[in-house]
Structure formats: structure tokens, C-alpha cells
């Protein structure tokens, strides 16, 4: 079908948009587009090739899905660093490099565009395309100009935010017609900060889309996927998190618990944990009731560090326990914490893998190392996370903004392996929404929402995509009352624009499925009015309560609120209709009701619709948290907020005050100590042995290919594991990680690994471990050279992994 549709755009002449919903394949479908036009529209000479730009996270999913489907096409990656893109340019300018598909990354096309312009293409693909919704970015303004046929536009979520974004995708398809002083009409049509909203313009954009896009969802093609399960679990704070929302609404040094906290804490049994929390709470009203100690009075986003406090309050500055250990009150610090407890506890006995997104991932404070001892914020919500796992002894895999590409492909192949050392996958939900796939877990956790909602259905698309087997289910966890629940509604608002106007594309004109869909997408608006004034659980039975019954309590509430819509998805009608009359009305009468449905709906959304969608700091469970605040308090805290940016490196040596920034650094940091191994890498042999520079290897000059003059010419010798064994790149030259086999001297970049699973040893070796030698840029394997061997010599196998055993326990005997 796509193929057809835009062999007709091409044929026309015009840019398109392939859209279908997120994991229904557009990668196999582009490449097919490629493959028909290399077979039917031969030319003269040779073809221009075809240049796709994709996020690094499917990088390599793009080069293997060409390996598979199109083997006789040349693909070149063009990507690395500034001394690897030249050296494939010149061998494309020497002709030693030919290739009919670039792949290469939105980093690298704005680090090179000049050389990617100088080129001709036939068709420039953008693979999540909604990158260059914003117009205005570095990143959209350089892919303008491009040299290229026709250009293809891939994305899962073509309208976002607001019809300003979609905006951004028409210009680079059409930048003739969708001009600048086009911008305007785009931006007044839906406008939540105004509250504006143009029915009629978002039917022209329908109208736009249903010509230049093609999308299919998963409800409307018959593709074998289990369903999606989706549920909001409202869930009460802990006293933590009471006590710091109060703290920063209220700015006060000194609060009354028993205002703070709705049930009496001196009676109710309490943990280990709590009882952690509860001593830290009380030593920090302690401090903070000095002059020198509000540091929390210059926190400059309320909203933010709200937000912060929803999802754990060590991520705020000073809030968590000095010294910080590991232990209970990580759990007991926050409910959503408890929560994913219950819900690991429930699946991971199973065998199930769980998905865990944050979008909680930047700190005003620098990140010094998870599971490491520290006394100001955590950072970000997936460090707290990994400290966790690391409580409850949960083997895990993280991926976010900092992974490199080879440790990306790495993890993700691990995860979807038969065998996995992996039950637990930690992903920032903007670094893992994107192409990614991960279909072996059945339960995702929504840690936090995304003011996008478009990301967050990104990153529930991992799991719940082409070659998802079992049900998936998705868990999105609100903190009652908070902020967090009030931006429920103007997410609503945004996920009903982003249906409203893509709704008509997978239509397939049937009136009776169009009322439907209409009923459906004012269900949205109505969901979005936020549970604050709700009755939920409180936190006593919450904390003692199942899974289970955490689970049903979320499912009444929402049922509850569903009974109308349930009501009026089965009659076919909109609430406002059913004083019309019924279906054995004339002719006539269907037609007036047809009318009546269509102005009641209309009217429905201007209402849902009106109004200013913003969410109120200060209002927390159905209140407003007032802050007496003079104007002297003002000029006060403004006073402290400047001096944030000022810090004094005056100190006093002998009397003498001097600046700390011309003093020496008396913290030197020498390069870690470890012992080196005792037999060559090579021959497993003593003797006289040269030592890795890099890792605890030996191996004989002879043996490592080195004549004794070289050996005193050179200063240092790496041993064979720091470069590839197949095209000799090193840990930099290929992306930053290579893959070292345990039981023999070779190494491989991601690129020189076969295909298949992987015998994964991790990313330190046990025996490095008892040199004192730890994790570096490199995971080992057992490889399959190895493998190979000890299919045909099985007792070689036998005696490798004895002889390293052995050596681990002289070690652990101290016989060194």
C-alpha cells in the first residue's frame, strides 16, 4: 500500500509523509520504495543514491534491516567522529567508498551538512521527522536546501503540541508553498495558552493530510498484535513527599507535622525505612531553622522541583540523608517507588521484563556516579532507580541521553535475547522513544508524563509494536492532588488535536465508524478533568495494600468516570443526541439527528476546549497553599537568587586571604592501581612478559608480532584486545566500546560481530575484578571464533573455563 501510494506522489512530483503509528514497520516500507525504484526507474549511468537521517538509537537498526532486505545495495553508515566522517569522505571522493544508501545520524548531517548538500540524492528520508517540528532550531535550518529529488518524512506522531509543529514539517516538504507568512495561521488556530480554537481550520488540515500522508494504525490492519493495556494508578504521597511540597509552597523553616501529615504518625507502625525518613525529616527542620542553612529558598522553577518531589524527593538539593547509603528509605521515600516495588515483586517471578521510563533526567547539580555516597540531589530519576535495583538485587540495563551507540545496540540486543542477563530496562523516555526495539517486555511503568504526550506513546510503542506476542501492559503512575495531576488536562487537549486532525486518514468513510470515532475523541477531553477533588486511597492502606488491590482501586475510579462514555460508544450517539429520536426514524429525521450530532459535538469541544489550560503550583489536593510574602521578603529572596551565580573562592592560608582558583589542585587524581596477569594472552605461557598499558594483559613480544627494537623505540604497547581484529579500529574509531572475548586475545567492533545472540560475560571480567581492576569502555563475550572451536573440541571448553576458575580462586586466596 505504501508502496503504490507514493509511487503516485512520486509520479506526481510531491513530497509526503508516511505516518503510520509507531512499530507498524516504516523502515521495511521505505526500503522497499528503494528497491522499486532501483528495479523499475533504471537510468542512464549510475543512480543518485538515497540518504536517510535517523536518530543514532536506530542507527544500527537501519543498517541491519538493509543487510536483510537488501543485499545487493551498498549501504555506508556515515557516522563517528570528526577523523573517521574524513576518512570516509575521501574514500567517497577517492571512489574506493561506493555506496546506493547513506545512513547517517541528525548529529553528524549538522556537523557535515555542507558535504551532504554538495551531493545529489533522489530521495533525502528523515526517520522520526517530527525532529524538526520547532522551524527555528540550528537542526531544521540546516537540512533546508537540500539537493535531493523528492524528500520522504517518516514519523509515528506527525502532529504534537500544537499545529505550529506540524507547520514545521510542511515547510521542508513544501517550503514554496508553506512560506513564513504562512506560520500565523497555524499558530492561532490552536492556541492552549489563549485558550483559541479553529474548527474549521482543523478540518482543512484534514483535509491537507489525507493527500500527502498515508497513515495506518494498529486498530485498522490486521498485524497478530496482543492488545494495550493502559491504566492510571492515583496514588497518595508519602510523608516525604508531604513535608517537602509543603517546604517549598510555604517556604517556612519551621512546619507542624500534624499539619503536614493527614493520619497521626506517632501510632502507626512504622519500617526501617520510614523510620529513616522520619529521623532525616526531623534533623532537617533542625537545619534549616539556622540563617545560614535555606538553600531550598533559591530554588528558581516551582514547578519543576514539584514535579521533582512527585517522582522522589532526594532528587531536590540536600534531601536526601549525609551520609547517603543505600538502603529501605529509598523505597519508602516515595510512593512511586513503592509502587514499582509491588509491581516487580508481582511480574518479575513470572518471567516478564519490564520497561521503566523517566522523563526526570537533567539536575541543576552534576552526577557524580549511582550507587556512590553523596549528600546534595540524586541528579536524575534513573540513578535513583539504578540504586534501587541495585537494593533489591535486579539485574538492569540503562539507556539515556549519554549512551553511546555501541553500548545502545549492546544492551538492546541483550534485552531481546532468548537469554538475558537483563529483567529490567531503565530508559529516559526521550532517548528510548525513538525506533527502538524492545518487544520481549510485557510491562511498561510510566515513572513520569512527558508535556509532550506524543513521547510518552513513543516510548510505550517499544513494547507494544511488530512482534509483541503478549499483552502489554502499561502502567502510568499520577501522584494524587500534585501537579502531576493537574497537567492531565492539558495533555488531554494535546492528544485530542494530534487525533482530531489524523483521525480522517485511517478512516475508511464509514458513517457509522465516524460517529464512533467522534465519540471517542470527546471521551479524551472528558478524561482529562483532573481527580483532585477525588477521594483515593490513603497512604496507610496504600503502603500495606497489594498490588493488586492498588490496581482495582485505580480501575473503579476510572470506570466510574467511564460509565457515560461506555453508554455512548454502545448507542452510537453523543449524549446531547438522545432526545433526538431513534434509528427507525424517515429519512429525513436521520438527517436532522446526523445535523443535531455533528453541532452537539462541535459544541461539546469548544466547551471542553475553552478556557486557559495551565496547571497552578500552589494548588495542592484541592487547595491553594497561600505564602504571606512582604515586600521586603521579596527583595530578600531576589537578593539570594543572584547570588546563585556568585561563588566564593576566597580562603584563608596563614591569615592571608587568597583566591582558591590560582591555588594548585592539591586532589590530584592518579590513574587507577591494578595488578597485571601472570600469562601471555597468546600462548597462556609465562616468562618475560610485556604489560598492556590499558588492562591488566601480558603477552610476549614475539607472540604479539613486536621485534625487541621496537619494543625499547616504543613507550607503550596496548595488547591486541584495544583494536578490532577484523578492520583494526580502535575503542574511539568504533563508537566507543569494543567487544573483548574472555578466553582468547581478539577483539570486535559492533560492526564485526556476527549475527546472532551473544555469550555475554559482562562489563568487567571476575578475574579483572581480583586485580583491582574495574569497569572500563568494553563489554566482554565468549566469542564465536571460541565458540566455533569448542564445538569441535568440546573438552577444550571444559578446560579454558577450569583454568579461569582456578585462577580466580588463587586469587581470592591471595596466591598471586
Known amino acids: 500500500m505504501i508502496l503504490h ?251 507542624d507535622l500534624k499539619e503536614i501529615f493527614a493520619t497521626d504518625i506517632e501510632h502507626r507502625p512504622l519500617d526501617e525505612g520510614r523510620r529513616e525518613i522520619m529521623s532525616h525529616i526531623t534533623e532537617q ?146 532517548a528510548g522513544g525513538l525506533g527502538i526495539n524492545l518487544t520481549r517486555a510485557s510491562t511498561v511503568i510510566m515513572c513520569d508524563s512527558d508535556w509532550n504526550p506524543q513521547n510518552d506513546l513513543q516510548a510505550i510503542a517499544r513494547a507494544h509494536r511488530i512482534g509483541q506476542t503478549k499483552t502489554v501492559k502499561v502502567f502510568r503512575l499520577i501522584c494524587q492532588g500534585s501537579v502531576e495531576d493537574q497537567m492531565l488536562d492539558r495533555l488531554r487537549r494535546k492528544l485530542f488535536l494530534s487525533l482530531k486532525v489524523m483521525s480522517t486518514s485511517s478512516s475508511n468513510g464509514d458513517e457509522e465508524n465516524a460517529q464512533l470515532k467522534m465519540a471517542e475523541l470527546i471521551d479524551i477531553l472528558r478524561k482529562g478533568s483532573s481527580a483532585i477533588a477525588e477521594v483515593g486511597m490513603d497512604f496507610g492502606r496504600f503502603f500495606t495494600a497489594p498490588i493488586d488491590e492498588i490496581l482495582n482501586e485505580s480501575r473503579q475510579r476510572e470506570n466510574a468516570r467511564n460509565v457515560q462514555t461506555e453508554k455512548t460508544l454502545k448507542s452510537g450517539q453523543t449524549p446531547a443526541l438522545s432526545a433526538v429520536g431513534s434509528s427507525t426514524d424517515t429519512a429525513i429525521t436521520r438527517s436532522c439527528k446526523e445535523e443535531t450530532l455533528s453541532r452537539d459535538a462541535e459544541e461539546e469541544e469548544r466547551q471542553l476546549l475553552s478556557g486557559v489550560a495551565q496547571v497552578q503550583s500552589r494548588l495542592f489536593e484541592g487547595r491553594i497553599i497561600q505564602r504571606a510574602q512582604n515586600n521586603c521578603d521579596i527583595a530578600r529572596e531576589w537578593q539570594e537568587v543572584q547570588k546563585r551565580a556568585r561563588v566564593d573562592r576566597l580562603i584563608k592560608v596563614d591569615g592571608i586571604m587568597v583566591v582558591a582558583t590560582y591555588m594548585g589542585d592539591n586532589d590530584t587524581r592518579s590513574r587507577p592501581k591494578y595488578e597485571s596477569e601472570d600469562w601471555c594472552i597468546y600462548c597462556r605461557d609465562g616468562g618475560e612478559v610485556v604489560l598492556c598499558n590499558l588492562c591488566p594483559r601480558v603477552f610476549h613480544p614475539k607472540c604479539h608480532g613486536i621485534t625487541r627494537a621496537q619494543l625499547k623505540r616504543l613507550p607503550s604497547i596496548p595488547c591486541s584486545q584495544h583494536s578490532c581484529a577484523e578492520c583494526g579500529r580502535n575503542t574511539a574509531q568504533s563508537g566507543g566500546m569494543l567487544f573483548r572475548c574472555q578466553t582468547c586475545p581478539k577483539a570486535f567492533c559492533e560492526d564485526c560481530l556476527p549475527e546472532g545472540d551473544l555469550d555475554a560475560v559482562g562489563d568487567v571480567l571476575p578475574e579483572f575484578v581480583m586485580l583491582g581492576f574495574g569497569a572500563q569502555t568494553a563489554y566482554y563475550i565468549r566469542c564465536h571464533n571460541c565458540h566455533a572451536y569448542w564445538a569441535e573440541h568440546p573438552e577444550a571448553k571444559e578446560e579454558e573455563m577450569g583454568e579461569i576458575q582456578q585462577k580466580i580462586d588463587a586469587l581470592r586466596n591471595g596466591d598471586h
Not at 510542511?170 to 517550503?175: C, G, I, K, Q
Not at 547517603?324 to 517507588?337: D, L, M, P, R, W
Open 285 to 430: 527542620m533542625k537545619y534549616t531553622a539556622t540563617a545560614e542553612a535555606n538553600r531550598w529558598r533559591k530554588l528558581m522553577n516551582l514547578l519543576m522541583q514539584l514535579r521533582k518531589v512527585c517522582d522522589h524527593p532526594y532528587l531536590l538539593q540536600d534531601a536526601s540523608p549525609s551520609p547517603y547509603v543505600i538502603g529501605e528509605h529509598i523505597v519508602a521515600s516515595s510512593s512511586k517507588f513503592i509502587v514499582i516495588d509491588k509491581i516487580l515483586s508481582d511480574v518479575l517471578p513470572k518471567g516478564e521484563r519490564v520497561l521503566i521510563f523517566s522523563v526526570s533526567t537533567t539536575s541543576s547539580l552534576p552526577y557524580v556516579g549511582a550507587n556512590s555516597l553523596q549528600s546534595n540531589g540524586r541528579g536524575m530519576m534513573l540513578d535513583i532507580l539504578e540504586d534501587f535495583m541495585e537494593l533489591r538485587s535486579i539485574p538492569y540495563g540503562r539507556l539515556d541521553g549519554s549512551t553511546s551507540r555501541p553500548r545502545r545496540t549492546l544492551d538492546i540486543k541483550l534485552f531481546q535475547q532468548e537469554k538475558s542477563p537483563f529483567q529490567v530496562f531503565l530508559i529516559s523516555t526521550k
Open 5 to 255: 501510494y507514493t509511487l503516485i506522489l512520486l509520479c506526481s512530483g510531491m513530497n509526503c509523509i508516511l505516518g503510520d503509528e509507531m512499530g507498524l514497520g516504516k523502515t521495511l516500507q521505505t526500503l522497499s520504495l528503494f528497491a522499486h525504484i532501483k528495479e523499475k526507474y533504471q537510468v542512464p549511468g549510475p543512480q543518485d543514491p538515497q540518504l536517510v537521517i535517523c536518530p543514532l538509537s536506530v542507527l544500527a537498526s537501519w543498517q541491519t534491516e538493509a543487510a536483510r532486505w537488501l543485499p545487493s545495495f551498498s549501504v555506508l553508515r556515515f557516522h563517528g567522529t570528526q577523523a573517521e566522517r574524513e576518512r570516509l569522505k575521501n574514500g567517497i571522493r577517492n571512489e574506493e567508498i561506493n555506496f546506493d544508501i547513506c545512513l547517517t545520524t541528525y548529529e553528524a548531517f549538522v556537523a557535515e551538512d555542507s558535504w551532504f548538500k554538495a551531493r545529489r540524492w533522489t530521495y533525502c528520508v528523515l526517520d522520526e521527522g517530527h525532529r524538526i517540528k520547532n522551524a527555528e532550531t540550528n537542526l531544521s535550518n540546516k537540512l533546508r536546501g537540500m539537493s535531493s529529488l523528492f524528500k520522504l518524512l517518516l514519523t509515528g506522531t506527525p502532529v504534537q503540541n500544537n499545529l505550529i509543529e506540524l507547520w514545521g514539517l510542511l515547510s521542508w516538504l513544501y517550503p514554496n508553498v508553506f512560506t513564513p507568512s504562512t506560520e500565523r495561521l497555524f499558530r492561532d488556530s490552536f492556541d492552549l495558552t489563549r485558550g483559541s480554537y479553529s474548527v474549521s481550520f482543523l478540518k482543512n488540515t484534514q483535509a491537507l493530510l489525507n493527500v500527502i500522508m498515508l497513515r495506518r494504525t494498529k486498530d485498522v490492519i490486521e498485524i497478530n498484535i496482543p492488545p494495550r493495556n493502559e491504566l492510571t494508578v492515583f496514588i497518595p504521597m508519602t510523608e516525604a513527599q508531604r513535608f517537602w511540597t509543603y517546604r517549598l509552597l510555604t517556604r517556612m523553616d519551621t512546619l
